[in-house]
């Protein structure tokens, strides 16, 4: 895939405790794994595995909250949309509408426990608006808009019989061996002769 991927690291202005303490538990795990078949390589670990531990003590926060403060602020000020179902201008959109509704709910839930709104420049929102907004969202997708069809595979008693995703639909490599991108949804459309079809059994 040539999807970019963005790193973001724990340091002491952004603290994410969160984070060290589940690496320093793998760190733990691993140093059980390996501490027959390579003692040294073991060892390693659990002192790299201490050093998470301290870095969880002395610098607290989580990660998740950094993160989740930032998507959501910049989602609420750029894409606000009072109305029917979030576009992004792709053939997948519900993947970004889902992920946006779980940030405005995982927002909201952060704005609930320090009591404070959203700002946008002079406009704000309170969290009982980003719960409404991300519950529309997720109403639309089952089934809550005009065709009256849930847009979930498998969901609801109106639902789509034939669809495509780029797994089922993309051509074998025997069939197309060249590399296909991030955007490989254009020849899945260009080479689908045999959709698929969900059947009910």
């Not at 994410?16 to 793998?26: C, L």
């Not at 998507?71 to 993947?95: A, D, M, R, T």
């Not at 995982?106 to 426990?113: G, T």
Request: glycine share 6%; aromatic share 10%.
């Amino acid at each position: 895939m040539d999807t970019a991927r963005n790193v973001y690291k724990v340091t002491s202005q952004n603290p994410g405790s969160d984070v060290a303490a589940e690496t320093a538990a793998a760190l733990a795990a691993a140093s059980i794994v390996f501490k027959d078949s390579d003692p040294s390589y073991s060892t390693k670990l659990l002192k790299t595995k201490n050093g998470g531990v301290r870095f969880c003590d002395s610098i607290k926060g989580l990660i998740v909250t950094l993160l989740v403060l930032r998507s959501c602020v910049h989602f609420i000020c750029s894409y606000w949309i009072p109305w029917g179902l979030f576009y992004k201008g792709s053939e997948s959109n519900l993947q970004y509408v889902t992920t946006s509704s779980f940030l405005l709910l995982a927002y909201a839930k952060y704005l609930r426990s320090h009591g404070g709104v959203a700002s946008c420049g002079t406009s704000t929102t309170t969290s009982d608006k980003l719960v409404a907004l991300a519950k529309k969202q997720v109403d639309y997708i089952l089934g809550n808009n005009p065709a009256k069809m849930s847009y979930m595979v498998g969901f609801g008693p109106s639902i789509h019989n034939m669809f495509t995703t780029r797994g089922s639909s993309l051509p074998s490599l025997h069939v197309h061996p060249t590399h296909i991108s991030h955007d490989g949804f254009q020849i899945s459309t260009q080479t689908l002769l045999i959709p698929t079809f969900l059947l009910e059994l």
